[in-house]
């Protein structure tokens, strides 16, 4: 089996800055996309940023040039550094690693969420 556990969340004052880690376990050949949605109270899951196995990234407009991903490939990891946060960030952070090769299947898998608290 696949599973993702993140770390990282907690609570943080406005302008504040967190670092979220996400760590891919099991028996994993390759990982194409990696990447953080999250979903506040009473709203839709959303893409926060994603990176392909390449380094191309996408980034929510919410988002630019605050937030930063980053992968290191070889641990099957993903991290995201949030900075400037804001009380709308307050959401929970959810990993998700597309593309996973594992046996003879690729699989999509999602981490169990970690909240991510923006308030004074």
């Known amino acids: 089996q696949v599973q993702l556990v993140e770390s990282g969340g907690g609570l943080v004052q406005p302008g504040g800055s967190l670092r979220l880690s996400c760590v891919a376990s099991?028996?994993?050949?390759?990982?194409?996309?990696m990447g953080w949605y999250r979903q506040a109270p009473g709203k839709q899951r959303e893409l926060v940023a994603g990176?392909?196995?390449?380094?191309?990234?996408k980034y929510a407009d919410s988002v630019k040039g605050r937030f930063t991903i980053s992968r290191d490939n070889a641990k099957n990891t993903v991290y995201l550094e949030m900075n400037s946060l804001k009380p709308e960030d307050t959401a929970v952070y959810f990993c998700n690693a597309d593309g996973v090769r594992y046996q003879s299947r690729y699989l999509e898998v999602w981490g169990q969420g970690t909240l991510v608290t923006v308030s004074s």
């Open positions: 990176m392909t196995s390449g380094g191309s990234t």
């Open positions: 099991g028996s994993i050949i390759s990982i194409y996309a």
